[in-house]
């Protein structure tokens, strides 16, 4: 039986007061944020690309749709999901992609299309948040080898075909 030690006398991940990681305040803070800023993010990527759709010579649009729906996805598992490094470095690179996507696309023009696009302010302040949140998120997670251990601990007993609940 453990002690709640770890090998150097200190307290074991996922063992204490940090079992219930998920739900302490910072991280329920973070992930709201995280989330809001993933589904602005995309919300104005589909407002832009929609109009725009079936303009032959720029692949943005339909970019922007798979990225949108990427996004969307991210802010739904954030939610929904547990503690996982693999899906906030997902949240963080989407969003980071939009923001280099249009750095890159602009080039040094950006901060003149900046002023040009209402709808790209929005996004870029969302995306800087949202890359924010989620990397925090993501320092603040524990391993995903610990976030799978507690999943399996917290799984019923499938084995035994009555979901775990003991005898009735």
Same mark, same amino acid.
């Given at each position: 039986?453990?002690?709640? %030690? #770890?090998? @150097?006398?200190?307290?074991?991940? #996922?063992?204490?007061?940090?079992?219930?990681?998920?739900? @302490?305040?910072?991280?329920?803070?973070? *992930?709201?944020?995280?989330?809001?800023?993933?589904?602005?993010? +995309?919300?104005?990527?589909?407002?832009?690309?929609?109009?725009?759709?079936?303009?032959?010579?720029?692949?943005?649009?339909?970019?922007?749709? /798979?990225?949108?729906?990427?996004?969307?996805?991210? +802010?739904? +598992? @954030?939610? %929904?999901?547990?503690?996982? %490094?693999? !899906?906030?470095?997902?949240?963080?690179?989407?969003?980071?992609?939009? !923001?280099?996507?249009?750095?890159?696309?602009?080039? @040094?023009?950006?901060?003149?299309?900046?002023?040009?696009?209402?709808?790209?302010?929005?996004?870029?302040? +969302?995306?800087?948040? #949202?890359?924010?949140?989620?990397?925090?998120?993501? *320092? !603040?997670?524990?391993?995903?080898?610990?976030?799978?251990?507690? %999943?399996?601990?917290?799984?019923?007993?499938? /084995?035994?075909?009555?979901?775990?609940?003991?005898?009735?």
């Amino acid at each position: 039986m453990s002690d709640g %030690r #770890g090998p @150097t006398g200190g307290p074991e991940l #996922g063992v204490g007061s940090d079992a219930d990681g998920r739900n @302490t305040p910072k991280k329920r803070l973070l *992930r709201g944020v995280a989330v809001q800023a993933a589904a602005v993010a +995309a919300a104005v990527h589909l407002l832009w690309a929609w109009p725009r759709l079936g303009s032959p010579p720029d692949a943005r649009p339909y970019l922007f749709l /798979a990225g949108s729906a990427l996004a969307a996805a991210v +802010a739904v +598992a @954030t939610l %929904r999901a547990g503690e996982y %490094r693999r !899906l906030y470095a997902l949240g963080a690179g989407t969003l980071g992609t939009f !923001l280099g996507g249009f750095l890159a696309w602009h080039g @040094t023009g950006a901060s003149a299309a900046l002023a040009a696009e209402p709808l790209a302010v929005v996004a870029a302040i +969302a995306e800087v948040v #949202g890359v924010v949140a989620f990397l925090a998120l993501y *320092r !603040l997670a524990p391993p995903t080898s610990v976030a799978l251990e507690r %999943r399996r601990d917290e799984a019923p007993d499938e /084995a035994s075909g009555d979901g775990g609940e003991g005898p009735p």
